[in-house]
């Protein structure tokens, strides 16, 4: 099975969810309508709500809260895509000029902030406190995670266990609340929510991990922004810190010297990549997050061979193997 056949799968529910995305984005507020259209519609994967909408099949739930869930989780993501480009003063995002260079970084983290009330006031009318926590824990981790990224900014010291504590909260965490959320709503037992929770956090981390090696291997067209940006923006990843690691003395302090640079031009980054080529960073971390995605896809052993699990099984496969 394909990514696409696991999109098929759930055409009616996917639609019902980007209907549910535009009717809440409804707002007296003109600003709030466009900023959120723009992003909504500028080329995001849904990869969380489709994942959201697999697991409740997965689950057997036979309801239709699921299709608030997908939207909930979407709209959460989304709102920490506006915040994240004012804190890397991003010029793009999927190719198109980021909304922060569009509107400016004030309307994009306001935008934000109500992006992010907008989902809890979605998911409270479902009014399953177990759900709710899931989401709180979920984005207070975010939060966190966001924090702990810019403490570590231009950090050449970052150990890989700090980044990969990192990326779980930053990324993760939200796959994890996608594939956990279905669980709960369909009273699966104990054993198979904690499967769902583990195989969205597995997924997350791959992804991530996925994200790092294309900053420094995909065309800037297939990544919607500049290659290298991670490294021009201080984010010091799993590449890098592979790389940094077993480097001599005259590599780390290339090394450091581009990652604490203002601006970086084109021989000095072409120097880092060399030196994450020479030892690898790249295969590592794509090593690193194929076995993520093994782990990932055991956790799916819990249920029966059906089709909602080859397609989550797809979905996995899919995020290391895309170029975008």
Not at 88 to 93: E, F, G, V, Y
Not at 126 to 144: F, I, P, Q, S, Y
Not at 195 to 201: I, L, N, P
Not at 216 to 226: I, M, V
């Amino acid at each position: 099975m394909r990514i696409q056949d696991a999109f098929n799968l759930t055409k009616e529910d996917i639609i019902k969810t980007e209907n549910l995305f535009k009717d809440n984005l409804v707002s007296d507020v003109y600003l709030i309508e466009k900023v959120g259209e723009y992003i909504l519609n500028s080329g995001g994967k849904r990869l969380r709500p489709l994942m959201l909408l697999l697991s409740s099949r997965l689950c057997g739930y036979r309801g239709s809260e699921h299709i608030k869930m997908a939207a909930v989780v979407e709209f959460i993501h989304t709102a920490t895509l506006l915040h994240d480009d004012v804190v890397d003063n991003a010029n793009l995002r999927r190719g198109k000029p980021s909304a922060n260079t569009v509107w400016g970084n004030g309307s994009s983290v306001l935008v934000g902030d109500y992006l992010l009330s907008k989902a809890f006031s979605i998911a409270v009318r479902n009014g399953d406190l177990r759900v709710m926590k899931v989401l709180a824990d979920a984005t207070t981790r975010m939060a966190e995670g966001e924090v702990a990224q810019l403490v570590k900014h231009s950090d050449t010291d970052i150990t890989e266990d700090e980044y990969l504590n990192v990326i779980t909260n930053k990324t993760a965490v939200l796959f994890s609340a996608s594939c956990r959320i279905p669980a709960i709503l369909s009273d699966a037992p104990p054993e198979k929510e904690k499967a769902m929770s583990d195989y969205g956090m597995e997924v997350g981390i791959a992804y991530q991990l996925t994200d790092d090696c294309l900053d420094y291997t995909s065309k800037d067209e297939d990544l919607g922004k500049p290659i290298g940006n991670d490294l021009k923006e201080g984010k010091v990843t799993l590449p890098f810190i592979k790389a940094y690691r077993e480097a001599s003395g005259k590599e780390k302090e290339i090394m450091r010297e581009a990652i604490e640079a203002d601006d970086i031009d084109g021989e000095t980054l072409s120097s880092v990549f060399g030196i994450i080529k020479k030892y690898r960073g790249i295969e590592y971390t794509t090593a690193l997050a194929g076995e993520r995605i093994e782990k990932a896809k055991k956790h799916l052993e819990v249920f029966g061979f059906d089709v909602e699990r080859a397609a989550l099984t797809a979905i996995a496969d899919h995020v290391t193997e895309r170029k975008n």
